[in-house]
């Protein structure tokens, strides 16, 4: 896995641990609230409800997304679930903020709480104050606003996942891939290791160093005479296959008397 990869896969990892801790104090604080209303046999509101399901939807949500990024991170079909996912929790997260507005207020003085009105010194049904009460509010949230921009985020480096993904399946150009090259998955011990080519087999074995025995320097078809053996003897080229002398017999030029 290349190092952008690797960044990449263990940087999605952590933001999903950071939602899913926000989604477990969310759930963990309305559970307190739900149990506390159902306890004294008061009216549950829906908002509350919905509060609860969503928070636990995403604790489930980025559990399997901390194990499906580690082990299946980048694959494309299961980046766009993700992405589409991720998109919905947005959504879902901006109604928590909206459900727990009341806790941007200050805790002072008359709270409006999920457990009811009361001034913030007076004791509230459970343990602690209205006061105390409020600030669990506040703490939801404040992780409600927080966990928007968190899976906004998540959905943008998915996205980068499933590219990078992709790169890292194209070996070479080639029509599949649009004639573009992409990093491949290769040995790590293979990756940096350059390739070394030669200009001409017979000089292969012998480049940088003198001629070995037995070398044999090429030349051309069309040789003449003169440059023929180095140039030291004058002698004629033999005729080629076409020109006229070419499978006769030589013949002595010498005269007997």
Same mark, same amino acid.
């Given at each position: 896995?290349?190092?952008?990869?690797?960044?990449?896969?263990?940087?999605?990892?952590?933001?999903?641990?950071?939602?899913?801790?926000?989604?477990?104090?969310?759930?963990?604080?309305?559970?307190?609230?739900?149990? $506390?209303?159902?306890?004294?046999?008061?009216?549950?509101? $829906?908002?509350?409800?919905?509060?609860?399901?969503?928070?636990?939807?995403?604790?489930?949500?980025?559990?399997?997304?901390?194990?499906? /990024?580690?082990?299946?991170?980048?694959?494309?079909?299961?980046?766009?679930?993700?992405?589409?996912?991720?998109? @919905?929790?947005?959504?879902?997260?901006?109604?928590?903020?909206?459900?727990?507005?009341?806790?941007?207020?200050? @805790?002072?003085?008359?709270?409006?709480?999920?457990?009811?009105?009361?001034?913030?010194?007076?004791?509230?049904?459970?343990?602690?104050?209205?006061?105390? $009460? @409020?600030?669990?509010? #506040?703490?939801?949230?404040?992780?409600?606003?927080?966990?928007?921009?968190?899976?906004?985020?998540?959905?943008?480096?998915?996205?980068?996942?499933?590219?990078?993904?992709?790169?890292?399946?194209?070996?070479?150009?080639?029509?599949?891939?649009?004639? /573009?090259?992409? /990093?491949?998955?290769?040995?790590?011990?293979?990756?940096?290791?350059?390739?070394?080519?030669?200009?001409?087999?017979?000089?292969?074995?012998?480049?940088?160093?003198?001629?070995?025995?037995?070398?044999?320097?090429?030349?051309? #078809?069309?040789? #003449?005479?003169?440059?023929?053996?180095?140039?030291?003897?004058?002698?004629?080229?033999?005729?080629?296959?076409?020109?006229?002398?070419?499978?006769? /017999?030589?013949?002595?030029?010498?005269?007997?008397?």
């Amino acid at each position: 896995m290349a190092l952008g990869g690797a960044i990449l896969r263990f940087g999605q990892t952590g933001l999903r641990l950071l939602e899913f801790a926000s989604a477990a104090i969310i759930l963990g604080i309305y559970s307190y609230f739900l149990a $506390v209303l159902a306890r004294d046999n008061i009216h549950i509101p $829906v908002w509350e409800k919905a509060v609860e399901g969503i928070a636990g939807a995403a604790v489930l949500y980025t559990i399997f997304g901390v194990l499906f /990024t580690l082990f299946l991170g980048g694959i494309t079909i299961f980046a766009f679930i993700a992405i589409f996912l991720d998109i @919905c929790f947005v959504g879902a997260f901006a109604a928590v903020a909206y459900y727990t507005r009341h806790g941007a207020n200050a @805790c002072k003085g008359v709270v409006n709480t999920p457990l009811g009105f009361g001034l913030s010194s007076e004791a509230a049904p459970g343990a602690g104050d209205w006061g105390y $009460v @409020c600030s669990l509010n #506040t703490a939801c949230f404040a992780l409600a606003v927080l966990s928007i921009f968190l899976f906004l985020i998540t959905a943008v480096v998915q996205l980068l996942l499933a590219r990078h993904h992709k790169k890292e399946k194209r070996f070479g150009p080639s029509p599949k891939n649009n004639y /573009t090259k992409g /990093t491949g998955r290769r040995p790590f011990w293979k990756r940096n290791k350059k390739v070394h080519s030669t200009r001409d087999a017979e000089m292969a074995t012998g480049a940088g160093v003198a001629p070995a025995a037995g070398y044999r320097p090429s030349h051309e #078809t069309h040789m #003449t005479g003169s440059t023929m053996h180095g140039g030291q003897m004058p002698m004629a080229a033999e005729p080629k296959f076409g020109q006229p002398g070419y499978g006769q /017999t030589p013949y002595n030029h010498k005269t007997t008397f």
